[in-house]
């Protein structure tokens, strides 16, 4: 598998991004140069260094309370990608569990499931969001809780329609004959082989959850004040945009990075787990 | 063969209500399976020979399919069974094989797994304990160094390795009842031979009984001691395996009969029965073969012929009705 990812050069690339980011995430009390949370309003709003109007002291600048700007991006990594990972996750389970019995049961529990995922998929993904943000209230737990809301639907439908072929199949009936129940079906014999549909999809959905807390916290409903997101920062540095428009690039750069990363391991991954391309 | 009665069908019905109708997949079917037993069930396709034996495992979907009637599985009334009482007589006192050996076994686990798997599901076993019995099962069926087999998968053994360890696997809890559903029909001939020889000698050794149904009359009349022929549903005639193939009753019989190709009359037309089954969602009043029947008569349009006793079997025919004039023979053998 690490073979084929080497030879890959976008999946290559894709991991490298992603390894980057987890780095930053992880070290990130070790390598920021300042504290994040540190004002030092004299030298607020301070260009990065290899533009006029700089302070040798902050790499990439300050922003308008005198934060500096390169200690809150790396900050900033660490709520990106736990509530990318955890709402990927949250929405998997809900997903996956309720594409499962869907498929396997049919009927009307489909039926009701299936209506509710078109009903939901009707609605514009942001506009949800926002709406269970403003009900729920601003929180590092909510903004997982919206992103397993919003994104169930996209497993189930998927696992669904796996599920449904390959109950189909003899070993199923096999199994049933031989005294397995519904449950040891579904989940030890019917989950473990659409396992591949559910990493790509996982992927695919990250790169969503990405992008979905970036755009709350631009809009204030995200995690809270205190704790630096890309997002807010992207918000925050709005105002200030024509007199220091690089304080809207870093964060920006950094959300399309992760966004590509992501996506660019999820289209390698979709390749190597299809039995019929030869990756 | 006068042995212990191991199951007891009685008058079982099988509907399926869909939105096209209700469909009558199997009417009226009786029959009884002594311990040791080989149980032929003959038909052509449709004729309600596999959903007979789901009904007798429950593996039909309730609903669509309501079953009514009696099935008695040595005092336990399968019918009455909910589907987690089922779970622990599928497997392990009725077990099933299938057709195609090949889609029959999960490619993600090692033979080893999944033989485990049905052996600790009925049984309190230790790994090692399942491991043993398992190696032992394989070697039963006559598979090769059955501890290498073990940690393989699937897709690493031909088709009839695979259908002996389906059969190892139906096998592992000495189920009383082994119903195998075609299990021949996707294998090459001698394999095939070789199987319905590792069923005949495992009925011997462990007194299994067997329900062999196909619609190979050719496997029949070899490998099973009471034949049941199936006809839109129902059984229509019912006899010791000689007596079926020297005195067919039944004009469907004699048809089906007629209809084996032979060594003698190569290049000949094969004689075929005339028409088509009628339609599960629209049964004739009378006998369902009655489109079809040469020497049908005015009352086979109208009544259902009762089952008539016939040396030591039944048929169901207004040719025979008329002579004996006797019902419910199907009860008596």
Sequence with gaps: MLKSLIHSKTGLLGALILVFIVFLALTANLISPHNPFEQDIVHKLLNPVWTAGHDAKYFLGTDQLGRDVLSRLIYGSRVTLMVAFSGTVVAGIVGVILGCISGYYGGRIDAIVMRIADIQLSFPFILLALFIAAVLGSGLGNVVLIAGLCCWVQYARMVRGEVLSIKEIEYVEAVRALGGSNMRIIFVHILPNIASTIIVIATLQMARIVLMEASLSFLGLGVPIEIPTWGRMLAESRVNIVSYPWHAVFPGVLITLTVLGVNLLGDWMRDYFDPNLDV | ?333
């Design chain 2, 1 to 333: 063969m006068e042995d212990k009665l191991v199951l007891n069908v009685d008058n079982l019905n099988v509907t399926f209500n869909t939105k096209r109708g209700t469909a009558k997949a199997v009417t009226d079917v009786s029959f009884t399976l002594h311990k040791g037993e080989k149980l032929g069930l003959v038909g052509e396709s449709g004729c309600g020979k596999s959903v007979t034996c789901k009904s007798i495992m429950r593996l039909l979907p309730e609903p669509p399919a309501v079953l009514k009637g009696k099935i008695d599985l040595s005092g336990t009334s399968i019918l009455d069974l909910t589907e987690k009482e089922m779970y622990a007589i599928r497997g392990n006192r009725i077990s099933m094989i299938f057709q195609e050996p090949m889609v029959s076994l999960n490619p993600l686990y090692t033979i080893g797994n999944q033989l485990s798997e049905v052996i600790t599901l009925h049984k309190k076993l230790s790994k090692e304990e399942a491991r043993e019995a398992v190696i032992a099962m394989l070697k039963e069926v006559g598979i090769p160094s059955p501890e290498i087999r073990f940690k393989q998968y699937p897709f690493e053994l031909s088709g009839g390795m695979r259908q002996r360890v389906m059969i190892a696997m139906a096998l592992l809890c000495q189920p009383e009842i082994l119903i195998a559903d075609e299990p021949t029909t996707a294998l090459d001939v001698t394999i095939q031979a070789q199987i319905l020889d590792l069923l005949n000698g495992i009925n011997k050794k462990f007194g299994t009984a067997i329900i062999l149904i196909t619609h190979d009359l050719g496997l029949v009349a070899e490998n099973t001691d009471t034949v049941a022929v199936m006809y839109a549903g129902r059984i229509v005639e019912k006899a010791p395996v000689k007596q079926l193939f020297k005195h067919p009753q039944h004009p469907y019989t004699q048809g089906l009969l007629r209809s084996v190709p032979t060594m003698q009359d190569t290049g000949k037309d094969l004689p075929t029965i005339e028409g088509t089954v009628p339609s599960l969602y629209n049964l004739p009043k009378g006998c369902p073969f009655c489109t079809r029947c040469t020497k049908v008569q005015d009352k086979c349009h109208e009544t259902m012929p009762p089952a008539t006793a016939v040396a030591e079997g039944f048929v169901r025919c207004w040719l025979f009705a008329d002579e004996h004039g006797e019902e419910g023979a199907e009860h008596v053998f």
